[in-house]
Nanobody, 117 residues
Framework: VQLVESGGGLVQPGGSLRLSCAAS????????MRWFRQAPGKERELVAA????????VYADSVKGRFTISGDNAKNTVYLQMNSLMPEDTAIYYC???????????WGQGTQVTVSS
């Protein structure tokens, strides 16, 4: 099983990034895909989620209207389009695959996003 994130980097405030999470080794369409982030000294927080089965999405209030989560079941990939980035978006972003028990939860290794001028 693998979740491989990419697309992080350094961007100026107001800029955009698109994160990708390529999944393999499990039935992608059966899972809810989530993006979490963790800033230094803070707890990991849920940013956005999408159901691969129905396409429903949820967002943290702090990113609503700026971030968009999407998935491509044919490519087993989930994306996080991040626009109007702010310094407080700086964090390590993690991809997570979740399903009801007894299915296990899977995590990626994380990708750093830094928003700074």
């Amino acid at each position: 099983v693998q979740l491989v994130e990419s697309g992080g980097g350094l961007v100026q405030p107001g800029g955009s990034l698109r994160l990708s999470c390529a999944a393999s080794g499990f039935t992608f369409s059966s899972y809810v895909m989530r993006w979490f982030r963790q800033a230094p000294g803070k707890e990991r927080e849920l940013v956005a989620a999408i159901s691969n089965a129905g396409g429903g999405t949820v967002y943290a209030d702090s990113v609503k209207g700026r971030f968009t989560i999407s998935g491509d079941n044919a490519k087993n990939t989930v994306y996080l389009q991040m626009n109007s980035l702010m310094p407080e978006d700086t964090a390590i972003y993690y991809c997570c695959a979740w399903a009801l028990k007894p299915k296990p939860t899977y995590w990626g290794q994380g990708t750093q996003v830094t928003v700074s001028s």
